[in-house]
């Protein structure tokens, strides 16, 4: 019997991906052929561990990087081969974001309740437009 080898290719997907600092990011590389190619992660030309404290390459080849800092944000690539064909590159851009200001303690805002300020005659909320109108006098 024989069977039918397809070169390792990799399905376009996500070129950016946005994480705020201290969040995982997962960059995608939908690798396919037959056999099942091996897919490696490189950033500034060197490979990353298959699996580490931070890094891990799931079974869909996506690559998880835990608690994500400011110096991570770059150019990651993914390069898939089986020995049929020549190796599939993709490569990913990670922007990282800073983390989101968080509220002090106790000063947390519930759904549907709105502070004084917010319901006081002539403040003003961020990104709306208010039109005043009145008589004149």
């Not at 049929?84 to 590159?89: L, M, Q, R, T």
């Amino acid at each position: 019997m024989r069977t039918h080898t397809v070169p390792a290719t990799i399905k376009p997907s996500d070129a950016l991906v946005s994480v705020r600092v201290s969040e995982t990011a997962r960059l995608a590389c939908i690798a396919v052929g037959f056999p099942r190619p091996i897919v490696q992660w490189y950033r500034k030309s060197k490979q990353l561990p298959q699996r580490s404290a931070r890094y891990s390459t799931l079974g869909d080849f996506t690559l998880a990087i835990r608690n994500v800092t400011m110096e991570d944000e770059g150019i990651y690539m993914c390069r898939a081969y089986n020995y049929h064909g020549d190796p599939a590159v993709w490569k990913v851009s990670l922007s990282v974001l800073p983390a989101s200001p968080s509220r002090p303690e106790g000063r947390r805002r519930r759904r549907g309740h709105h502070s004084s300020r917010d319901r006081s005659e002539g403040s003003q909320r961020r990104g709306r437009k208010v039109y005043l109108t009145g008589n004149g006098a």
